[in-house]
């Protein structure tokens, strides 16, 4: 059964910074193209970050400069550093697996950002 989990969310002053971490148990992980996404309170769910099997990274616009997508093949692991963080950043983050019809959501951490 695949399983996406992520961490490292909580409650930060605004500038500063987080690591998320997104753990999947997948086979063949490189396979699949790993994004984050984020929902903030009454807003749509959008495409935060990507990153393809080989690790090749990219952003919305709006965190381009401040966060940073990457991966660990080895570890099955995938990472959202965010920094200078804004109080617009405060949302649920979520990491989503995909390999063709293949996809997968794990069960989101909060981020707070104070301003």
């Known amino acids: 059964q695949v399983q996406l989990v992520e961490s490292g969310g909580g409650l930060v002053q605004a500038g500063g910074s987080l690591r998320l971490t997104c753990a999947a148990s997948?086979?063949?992980?490189?396979?699949?193209?790993m994004d984050w996404y984020r929902q903030g309170s009454r807003k749509q769910r959008e495409l935060v970050a990507t990153i393809t099997g080989d690790g090749i990274p990219n952003y919305t616009d709006s965190v381009k400069g401040r966060f940073t997508i990457s991966r660990d093949n080895a570890k099955n692991t995938v990472y959202l550093q965010m920094n200078s963080l804004k109080s617009e950043d405060t949302a649920v983050y979520y990491c989503?697996?995909?390999?063709?019809?293949?996809?997968?959501w794990g069960q989101g951490t909060q981020v707070t950002v104070s301003s």
């Open positions: 997948i086979s063949i992980f490189s396979r699949y193209r």
């Open positions: 989503k697996a995909q390999y063709g019809l293949a996809l997968y």
